[in-house]
């Protein structure tokens, strides 16, 4: 899913397909010399601002898959994670059937947690290998680290530079293709696909037992426009760029849908989409930034 924003951007450094040296170089590069970087898989959940970024964009194409053993994968952070929930389940095992109709990568699953119909990429990790801002290549443990709703222990990581390979560990399951499919179906019927959006704009309020597009579609705000930016007519969770909206207008839509839901309900809606400004430090004011 995208919102198709054509903005300027500094610096585009080229893909790296499948060579996480090179990779890690670039990440190295950059911190050495005070470079803002942002590392982009599909930028499937991310509204980069009318005036660009200011700094190196790098395109993870590092897009391996490698069968360890039955069930047993090792992924490559840049490949397509919709990809790789098919093919798992094509083979007969469990644990990633949400993934397909997913836009984003591997990489951008784990970081975000990404997860739908009772399922979340934490529940399927093994194993995690991440290099930090110095060039140190680590593996982490799936027991080691904390995951919650749409949430990841990278997300507050001071030295991560990049995700580079996700190993998955996944049960056999007769039902697996059964169940992937229902899932699409169900995806293609209550969200608005084919539509330029960049997903589920915020999180889902924990412990509330109702969903962010609910709320704001009880607060009647369906359809509610700024400009070219709209929330959809199908999943109010989605905002739609039906022309040539941009991110003043969708930053505008965001903050008028989240004051009318705290105005009529008392919730306070928190942004799951990331916003990329022209000289953005997103997370805990880090000089790089990882986004699905």
Known sequence: MYLGHRRPLQLLRPSFRSNPTRFCYSCRYCCERCIPFIIVGNGSNCLFDDSGFEGCVILNRIDFLERIEPG??????GYQFNRLGVQCTNEGFSGLEFASGIPGTVGGAAYMNAG???QETADAIDTVEIVTVDGRHQILYRSDLAFGYRMSPFQAMQDLAAIV???????????AKERQQAYLKKRRLSQPVGERTAGSVFRNPPGMGISAGELIEKAGLKGFRVGSAEVSKVHANFFINTGSSNSREMLELIGLVKAKVKKKFGIQLQEEIQYVGPFCKYSRDKDKLEIC
């Open 72 to 77: 047993v994968y090792r992924v490559g952070s």
């Open 116 to 118: 739908a119909n009772g």
């Open 165 to 175: 390979a996700v190993t998955f560990c996944l049960l056999p399951s007769a039902s």
